[in-house]
């Protein structure tokens, strides 16, 4: 069975730090390109930030730029999201989500699997 797991949510302060983990089960996450999404109360699904396949190149959202940090850990078949200096607008559900030998991107339509997202909750 193939599914993405998301972990690492939780509820901070402002300023402080969270490692979201989004580990794979049933492939190998080295073979996908690797997106984080987030989605607030009322607003819409959003990219974060992702890493490719290819070349492990990353991008971010400008948003996020200098506080957020993607990575990959193949042994763990595990992809992670560092995020420090946390704001109150970074409050939303956080999903990651693969797409098969790609660079990843900020499009949801491109992905094929999602995972069921971690809640992020950061107060003021």
């Known amino acids: 069975q193939v599914q993405l797991v998301e972990s690492g949510g939780g509820l901070v302060q402002t300023g402080s730090s969270l490692r979201l983990a989004c580990a794979a089960r049933?492939?190998?996450?080295?073979?996908?390109?690797i997106g984080w999404f987030r989605q607030a109360p009322g607003k819409e699904r959003e990219g974060v930030s992702c890493i490719s396949s290819l070349d492990d190149t990353t991008d971010y959202a400008d948003s996020v730029k200098g506080r957020f940090t993607i990575s990959r850990d193949n042994t763990k078949n595990t992809v992670y999201l560092q995020m420090n200096n946390l704001k109150a607008e970074d409050t939303a559900v956080y999903y990651c989500?693969?797409?098969?030998?790609?660079?990843?991107?900020?499009?949801?339509?491109?992905?094929?699997?999602w995972g069921q997202g971690t809640e992020v909750t950061v107060s003021s």
């Open positions: 049933g492939f190998s996450i080295e073979y996908y390109g």
């Open positions: 989500a693969a797409d098969y030998w790609s660079s990843g991107g900020f499009d949801p339509i491109v992905y094929d699997y």
